[in-house]
């Protein structure tokens, strides 16, 4: 295991509500089958991963690392009371806020606890145009990116000295900034800091090279973008990237599968660049989904559901299967939906206190059982 304070995170977002059954499959359970008579993973179509349960058919390479024993199945992961909105039910995931509106963002704390004096402005990068709510906290710098290479502050000037003359003068308006208050020192501190970032950020792509393919899919040039902002040592802990919509409510099965390729493809891609370059054993990967689906189709895709899976990915990780896959039992469904018995925050408290080293108290304000996924060091 690598060194302790230097382990990096990358989170994968799953955005719209993955379908569990079709991503992890009771292939031989008949309430399965029963109960996806249209939007079924087929059994000669499923990857077994033993007799019970298989991957979809897109997820190959993640297969193959869950072979080499880098892949945790966290089962059932949800929270009390589940909330079908897209919006409210990511807003829990990204506040550990099941009964209230969150203040701040999980992984923006932790870049707080890591870096309380704010000295560290590329702690997260996010990769993608928005901001996701889980990195937001007061004082967490965070960079956001769409393309590492035209990133930069005025990056579109071809002229170097004009370009220059430019920065120069937006550190003179932040250095410089009329008026006082806490409101002036906020907004020159900000502004200071996306310079500093951006003038870091942008250096690392002539410092990285890569034997690795990527695919051309967004998520693949997110996870490229991981690998080289991680492997130049520029303090990074955190890297956010996000992908969908998995929202399946019609064409649930080409969806899905053309989604998971790109996401499978460029969790395996990004680890692979990693070990290459020797710095993969102080990398763990977190892909979740804000909710699953329902357990019966409407005969083309799924509608919200409740219960769903996330998955551990790395050299820490302890492979395997964690907690139970809800029971399709009628009786043991919520309204349809299978039924969480794992509740994230227990995630959460292990990625932080097992993983990053900091406080998971503040953030999920309470005591949850962890799965025990990670290696001990």
């Known amino acids: 295991m690598a060194e302790n304070k230097n382990r990096k995170l990358l989170v994968a977002q799953l955005s719209g509500g993955n379908d569990y059954l079709n991503c992890v499959i009771p292939y031989n359970d008949s309430r399965y089958i029963d109960n996806r008579p249209n ?27 869950y072979d080499e024993g880098k892949v945790a199945i966290i089962h059932g992961v949800g929270y009390p009371v589940p909330n079908r909105s897209h919006f409210r039910s990511m807003d829990i995931w990204h506040t550990a806020e099941p009964t209230k509106v969150g203040n701040e963002g999980w992984l923006g704390n932790a870049i707080n606890q ?79 800091d996306a310079l500093r970032g951006a003038d870091i950020i942008s250096s690392v792509t002539g410092k990285y090279s890569s034997n690795v393919e990527y695919a051309s899919n967004s998520f693949a040039k997110s996870m490229k973008g991981a690998a080289q902002v991680l492997q130049a040592d520029i303090g990074t802990r955190i890297c956010y990237a996000q992908h ?19 996401v499978c493809g460029g969790i395996y891609d990004f680890y692979r660049d990693m070990k290459d370059h020797n710095k993969s054993e102080d990398v763990l990967i977190f892909a979740f989904s804000e909710f699953g689906r329902r357990v019966r189709d409407n005969g083309n895709g799924t509608d919200h559901g409740s219960g769903g899976v996330a998955f551990l990915i790395g050299d820490g990780v302890k492979g395997g299967h964690y907690s139970e896959y809800p029971s399709l039992d009628d009786d043991k469904l919520i309204e349809g939906d299978l039924a969480f018995n794992f509740d994230f925050r227990g995630l959460y408290t292990e990625i932080l206190e097992d993983w990053l080293e900091v406080d998971a108290m503040p953030v999920v304000n309470g005591v949850y059982e962890k799965a025990n996924a990670l290696l001990q060091s």
């Open 39 to 65: 939007v079924r993973i087929t059994e000669e179509s499923v990857i077994p991963l033993d007799k019970n349960y298989g991957f979809n058919p897109a997820m190959q390479p993640i297969k193959e690392l």
């Open 114 to 192: 890591m870096h309380p004096d704010g000295d560290n402005v590329v702690a997260a990068v996010n990769f993608g145009s928005g901001l996701p709510r889980a990195l937001v906290a007061k004082g967490a710098p965070v960079a956001s990116v769409t393309d590492l290479n035209t990133y930069g502050l005025m990056s579109h000037m071809n002229e170097e000295g004009q370009r220059n003359e430019a920065l120069q003068a937006f550190r003179d308006m932040y250095t410089q900034a009329i008026g006082t208050g806490p409101v002036m020192d906020f907004l020159s501190q900000t502004g200071l």
């Open 244 to 262: 969908g919509s998995f929202d399946a409510h019609t064409n649930g099965i080409a969806l899905q599968e053309g989604l998971l390729t790109d």
